[in-house]
């Protein structure tokens, strides 16, 4: 796709799931949003088990535009895999002050950032942001996640000319966990299932969206007794 997929207003009760985004185009016009999903006023919105790769320029989910609240949006289970080089800074999601209310993020994988954050930025609205795996990224600036922020791994996190950084994203939130070693499956081939269940000091079920009881794959969470991050 080209540009901005979803740029709405007053948009309510929206489910989008099971589709791969990717390919907005290049450029480093501020001008030119090339948000996956830019919007104002869209209620009760379900974000859940995509796969957004190569997304460019602004953020991946960014409502930028001063207009109404967003509340009750639900963002779980996605892949959010690789942004390119060498496009101005962008940020996984990025809110304008006193837009977003009652935002949930939970068990999402984002991977392989080049540039920018690749930050849960609320800008001052309420929210969660739990679970979830950040690995592999050379990025800009950040650490930059907000909202109540807990049970997030992290792995591979560096910056140019200061090195790892896994230590501030850890310290962000309570309850996080640098991971020793690659998470996945088989990174290389994009495979990012995770190669063990989060044993050691797992991710938590508190105030997750009942649908995000299973994965992408229809895996129950949490089968084993340890709710697993990602």
Avoid: C
């Amino acid at each position: 796709f080209m540009g901005v997929p979803f740029h709405v207003w007053g948009a309510h009760d929206w489910v989008i799931q099971y589709t791969y985004f990717g390919g907005d185009g290049i450029g480093n016009d501020f001008n030119v949003h090339r948000e996956l999903w830019s919007g104002v006023d869209n209620d009760r919105w379900t974000f859940r088990w995509n796969y957004i790769k190569d997304i460019n320029n602004s953020a991946v989910i960014g409502f930028v535009n001063e207009g109404g609240t967003t509340d009750s949006v639900e963002i779980y289970g996605n892949i959010v895999d690789y942004r390119p080089s060498g496009q101005s800074p962008s940020f996984f999601v990025d809110m304008d002050p006193g837009l977003a209310s009652n935002w949930k993020a939970f068990n999402n994988t984002v991977v392989a950032w080049n540039g920018g954050s690749p930050g849960y930025n609320l800008n001052g609205g309420s929210g969660y942001f739990l679970n979830n795996i950040y690995a592999n990224h050379v990025h800009d600036y950040g650490p930059g996640l907000s909202g109540t922020v807990s049970h997030n791994s992290f792995y591979n996190m560096t910056r140019p000319g200061v090195g790892s950084v896994v230590a501030s994203w850890v310290a962000i939130g309570s309850n996080g966990q640098a991971l020793s070693g690659d998470p996945f499956v088989n990174y290389s081939t994009r495979d990012l299932r995770l190669a063990n269940g989060t044993s050691v000091s797992a991710g938590t079920s508190a105030n997750s969206p009942t649908s995000n009881s299973v994965d992408m794959f229809g895996n129950v969470r949490g089968a084993d007794g340890v709710w697993d991050r990602g």
